[in-house]
């Protein structure tokens, strides 16, 4: 069976330099906001073009601090995706603010830039951009401050975009996967940059000298020498998903999320009327599926109630029919083979 995605093949992959980076972390004595987290910051902040780059514990506390070091905070409403991972959402909860699900457009997935402003109201104070399975989503129409989440986009925006800040995921099956949980926030905000840099260390500020209200989300030095690895490899890896995923969107009859010149596939994602029986097929050809995601916000327990009177069809209807196909770098020729093959005869009706 061709796995959706196999960690161990990265972790062979990069086995041999991470040994020489833990003996390096261990002989420095170092483990927490150490130099491999300043050299990761550096190297994140030169590679992502901003002036700032703050390693944190998970791509959700890039978006909480974000939101929180921007000012928003109880009874704040922000905007959001319908269509999403929950992570994006529960930010925002964190943050002590109300996420209001926006619906997306069919093609995308991705919410188009002339449909945020539709949900707003007096208390909106935010939006949360998506880029989607690794599309870059259109910028914003709105005068909101506008926060990225980018945490499936590694290497697919360009910088520029007028956002207030960029939040990145470094869950170990990301284009830039780490060895644990892990995030980062980029921004060419000074105050920002600062204030989420006291915010991950329970808000100090000098020795001992709390100026805010703040837990701890902090970057390990294991962690930050692992990505360290990962970053100088992501251009390359890129290329390969995107020229994996050429081979898939070359088939006649299936239907994807629309292409995009900057897009990191992240997910090959395609769309299925009939998703059970589709996934069965592909497995019965040999080929492993997965589902992100089956349900919109508008459908979680958790967040349906922020969703009002909004319906979201398009988000729903995405959450119904989606269906992801493997599409990671350490595939074999012959494995993307066997996949193309079986989306061949999923598409013929074979």
């Known amino acids: 069976m061709v796995p959706v995605v196999d960690l161990s093949r990265r972790a062979g992959r990069l086995a041999a330099d991470y040994r020489l980076a833990v003996d390096r972390v261990l002989a420095s004595g170092w483990f927490l906001l150490g130099p491999e987290l300043e050299a990761f910051e550096a190297e994140l902040a030169e590679w992502s073009g901003h002036r700032h780059a703050v390693g944190l514990s998970s791509g959700a506390a890039a978006l909480q601090l974000a939101l929180t070091a921007a000012g928003i905070g109880p009874g704040d409403e922000v905007l959001v995706p319908a269509f999403t991972a929950a992570p994006t959402a529960s930010a925002v909860c964190a943050a002590g603010a109300v996420p209001i699900p926006v619906d997306v457009d069919p093609e995308t997935a991705l919410v188009p830039a002339g449909g945020w402003d539709a949900a707003r109201t007096e208390r909106t104070r935010a939006a949360i951009v998506v880029h989607l399975y690794g599309r870059p989503a259109e910028a914003p129409h709105t005068d909101l401050p506008v926060i990225e989440d980018a945490a499936q986009a590694h290497g697919a925006l360009l ?74 490899g992501l251009g390359d890896d890129n290329a390969r998903r995107r020229a994996i995923a050429a081979r898939y969107r070359s088939i006649d009859g299936v239907t994807w999320q629309t292409d995009h010149a900057r897009h990191v596939h992240h997910l090959a994602v395609l769309r299925a009327a009939d998703r059970e029986r589709a996934r069965e097929r592909l497995a019965g050809d040999g080929v492993a599926t997965a589902v992100h995601y089956p349900r919109s916000l508008t459908q979680q327990p958790a967040y349906r109630a922020f969703a009002g009177c909004r319906p979201c069809p398009q988000s729903e209807a995405w959450a119904a029919t989606c269906v992801t196909v493997p599409c990671f770098p350490d595939l074999t020729d012959d494995e993307v083979d066997l996949v193309v093959a079986a989306l061949t005869r999923l598409a013929d009706g074979g």
């Open 159 to 232: 910088p520029g975009s007028g956002s207030a800040a960029t939040a990145y995921s470094f869950y170990p099956t990301k284009n830039l996967g780490g060895i644990g949980d892990g995030g980062a926030l980029v921004t060419d905000d000074d105050e920002l940059a600062a204030r989420v840099r006291r915010l991950r260390v329970h808000g100090v500020e000098g020795q001992y000298v709390h100026v805010d209200r703040s837990q701890s989300f902090r970057m390990s030095e294991l962690e930050a020498a692992w990505l360290r690895i990962g970053l100088a």
